[in-house]
């Protein structure tokens, strides 16, 4: 019975997991596939390092020309990660017939559409299950599960590190750069963490969530995004006090034929699922018109968890490959890209204010507010003792974007507001 023949790019945390599941559970995979699957070639940086698996020297190389250019290999793994490079091989992987698995969520996000086409054109399979949330089967259950249903919100914790930072600051009243040189000593967050803490990692796999969702292309610079560098010790404890968690959400809502797609500092309300999502778990609540609100929840990251998506998606390559119906599933979008507008994008918002401690300074602020057509759905004012000003917490009802920034706008050259502290959306 002949093997299916898996070049693998890449060794590192993922790679090594793929190995070990791979070469773990050939009987399944046997009895799930019908025939052997086999990994025949690696590509290292230095085929003389030492390693934590035993691996056939034999089969590991330094040339990815010489893995994506074997007439002999059926399949490429892509855990290497990168852009630039990266696309080359896949793309040249494409034109010689090869279907891709790949776990890379930023080449995804920057060039999925071109490679999709790519897939279709040369009828080769392309997936990415393990790009977005780790261990998490959502990307397949966006194309299958969802496949007749229209969805019309997905939101969701897609960064591990961001909220594990979050959860130690709300359940330890941990200082924000006290956690973040923590998470970076357990190795949760890079030593420039700046793509995790800025909602630059969560933004890519949004739009990737967000593309299959709605069937449409959303490229990165469609999402708006605003990471938890901003985020105060003392934002989580009043947000606590008002029966709210502060997450990094991803969000993306559609309504009509208009999308939003953002991800921002949330604060959520602790009767929402995602609420009690903590540490480096991952979290995405997807809401279909005909079946509702339904949440997906496991590890975001980690070898096994990663691996194992880019088993499964492995896997289905093969069926696929037994079937004959490669490339039929390449999910290329159809509907038109509109964004809305900041008028379209509403929500409720949390403020907090710096304020002249006097009469008539909350008059004034309400004033601002009637002006600028927004409601006020509640009030807070805080004990300072001995401190100049006073801060007002305030939460809206439901205002569009637009009239938030009129606000904000007036806030300005108003004299009994001296400083806009913290201004967060507000969901559940």
């Known amino acids: 019975m002949k093997p299916v023949r898996v070049g693998l790019l890449g060794l590192g945390t993922v790679g090594t997991g793929v190995v070990r599941i791979v070469e773990g559970h050939q009987e399944d995979l046997l009895n799930q596939v019908g025939s052997p699957v086999s990994i025949a070639q690696i590509l290292v940086k230095d085929r003389s390092k030492g390693r934590n698996i035993a691996i056939d020297s034999s089969k590991l190389t330094e040339d990815p020309w010489e893995i994506v250019r074997n007439p002999d290999i059926d399949v490429i793994v892509e855990v290497m990660g990168g852009i630039g490079l990266t696309k080359e091989y896949i793309l040249e992987a494409l034109d010689q017939g090869k279907h891709v698995v790949t776990a890379n969520k930023d080449l995804m996000a920057l060039h999925g559409?071109?490679?999709?086409?790519?897939?279709?054109?040369?009828?080769?399979?392309?997936?990415?299950?393990?790009?977005?949330?780790?261990?998490i089967p959502i990307i397949r259950t966006l194309i299958e599960g969802f496949s007749s249903d229209r969805i019309t919100k997905i939101m969701g914790i897609v960064n591990?590190?961001?909220?594990?930072?979050?959860?130690?600051?709300?359940?330890?009243?941990?200082?924000?750069?006290?956690?973040?040189?923590?998470?970076?000593?357990?190795?949760?967050?890079?030593?420039?963490?700046?793509?995790?803490?800025?909602?630059?990692?969560?933004?890519?796999?949004?739009?990737?969530?967000?593309?299959?969702?709605?069937?449409?292309?959303?490229?990165?610079?469609?999402?708006?995004?605003?990471?938890?560098?901003?985020?105060?010790?003392?934002?989580?404890?009043?947000?606590?006090?008002?029966?709210?968690?502060?997450?990094?959400?991803?969000?993306?809502?559609?309504?009509?034929d208009t999308i939003s797609v953002s991800v921002q500092p949330t604060l959520i309300k602790h009767t929402h699922p995602i609420a009690s999502v903590n540490g480096v778990f991952n979290a995405v609540y997807v809401h279909g018109e005909a079946v509702g609100e339904t949440m997906f929840y496991g590890p975001g990251a980690?070898?096994?968890?990663?691996?194992?998506?880019?088993?499964?998606?492995?896997?289905?390559?093969?069926?696929?490959?037994?079937?004959?119906?490669?490339?039929?599933?390449?999910?290329?979008?159809?509907?038109?890209?509109?964004?809305?507008?900041?008028?379209?994008?509403?929500?409720?918002?949390?403020?907090?204010?710096?304020?002249?401690?006097?009469?008539?300074?909350?008059?004034?602020?309400?004033?601002?507010?009637?002006?600028?057509?927004?409601?006020?759905?509640?009030?807070?004012?805080?004990?300072?003792?001995n401190t100049a000003g006073a801060e007002i917490i305030i939460i809206t009802h439901d205002a569009s974007k637009a009239a938030m920034n009129n606000v904000l706008k007036s806030f300005e050259g108003l004299k009994a507001v001296r400083k806009i502290k913290s201004i967060y959306r507000v969901e559940g």
């Open 113 to 135: 559409p071109e490679i999709l086409a790519k897939a279709r054109d040369k009828g080769c399979d392309v997936l990415y299950e393990a790009s977005v949330a780790g261990g």
């Open 160 to 256: 591990g590190t961001t909220n594990y930072i979050l959860t130690k600051m709300s359940q330890e009243g941990a200082a924000y750069e006290d956690v973040l040189k923590e998470a970076q000593d357990l190795g949760y967050a890079e030593a420039d963490p700046t793509s995790d803490v800025e909602g630059l990692d969560a933004a890519r796999k949004m739009t990737i969530l967000s593309t299959l969702g709605f069937r449409s292309n959303v490229a990165l610079e469609n999402v708006s995004t605003q990471g938890i560098s901003g985020v105060s010790q003392e934002d989580i404890q009043y947000a606590k006090r008002l029966g709210y968690e502060v997450k990094l959400l991803g969000i993306a809502e559609r309504q009509d």
């Open 302 to 385: 980690g070898e096994m968890p990663t691996a194992t998506s880019v088993v499964a998606d492995l896997v289905a390559v093969v069926k696929n490959m037994k079937l004959g119906v490669n490339g039929r599933q390449a999910q290329l979008s159809y509907n038109v890209l509109k964004l809305k507008t900041d008028e379209q994008i509403a929500s409720k918002f949390f403020l907090l204010l710096h304020v002249e401690d006097r009469a008539g300074v909350l008059a004034q602020i309400a004033q601002v507010f009637s002006n600028c057509d927004v409601s006020i759905e509640s009030v807070m004012q805080p004990s300072l003792p």
